[in-house]
């Protein structure tokens, strides 16, 4: 690579990192983050058929009513858990009614809820096998990049580990896990399909895909992870997509968007069928800036050592 292409890819981390950095769960971290904005109330609404929106302002939490009991994406933080089950009530359903929690990663602002919230449902809680192995550790995995970084949480252990791939039919509705690592090892991505007056949309629950990592841990050291993640970006840019969802609302401008509606019934400024190509577009920009910044740094180390040698 170019010194010219490499600055250019370091700016580029520079300038896309700041929105990055939402995603790291610490309590007030360096760079100025207060999670507590990010479990701000929202009040719950419909974002199309099925699907409903109950999580707090900065965290999405995903209802879907399959007819036969409610599937909930995420749990959000540990503090969110009250927020989710409050927001429930507001729209009529019982937290008993939680029949199965599914999981998009396994840190403590998307799965810190969980535990909560699958012991005052009794649901079933469904992640891929990493997904679950990190849950069960609650967020402590050594092989996350954020680990020593991101905060520990109540750890959930009965998990119902699904395949990559794999197709659960829940009631009325099938949703499909898709393996998506690469933000951690377990990431998964969810689809299924939403219906209303005679017209089904194609929902797509897309894990963050940014590349964010403590001090010390580098993406490239290992190609292996470089290139599963580089094949996570590529599977949701191919996702069949109607309305893209995010475990970060903002990641996917999703509160732009509801400001733009009529009525709550009016789904025309969600559906966007480029929105999955473009939030993966996005990614890979973010994991080609972070991987020449860490090729940057080494270089760099290299020619300090050159020079103490010189010496």
Known sequence: MSLRLLAGAVLTLCLILPTAHAEQPSAKTSHG???????A????FRIYGNTLYVGPYGLSSILLDTGHGLALFDGDLPQSAPVIEANLRALGFHVRDIKWIFNSHAHADHAGGIAALQR?????????????HAMALGGADRADPQHGDAPDYPSVRQVR???????????????????????????????????ADGRCLRMVYADSLTAISAPGFRFSDDPRRVAAFRQAIATVAALPCDILLTPHPDASDFWQKVARRRSDTDVAPLIDANACRAYAATAAKTLDAK?????????????????????
């Open 120 to 132: 005052d449902s009794g649901a079933q809680v469904l992640a891929s096998a990493a997904g679950a």
């Open 291 to 311: 991987l020449a910044q860490e090729q940057a740094e080494t270089r760099s180390r290299g020619d300090g050592k050159r020079e103490r040698q010189g010496h």
């Open 41 to 44: 109330p929202q009040k719950p």
């Open 33 to 39: 983050i207060d999670r507590s904005e990010w479990n």
């Open 161 to 195: 580990v699904l395949r990559d791939g794999e197709v659960v039919q829940l009631g009325d509705v099938a949703i499909t896990a898709h393996y998506t690592p690469g933000h951690t090892p377990g990431s998964t991505s969810w689809t299924w399909t939403s219906c």
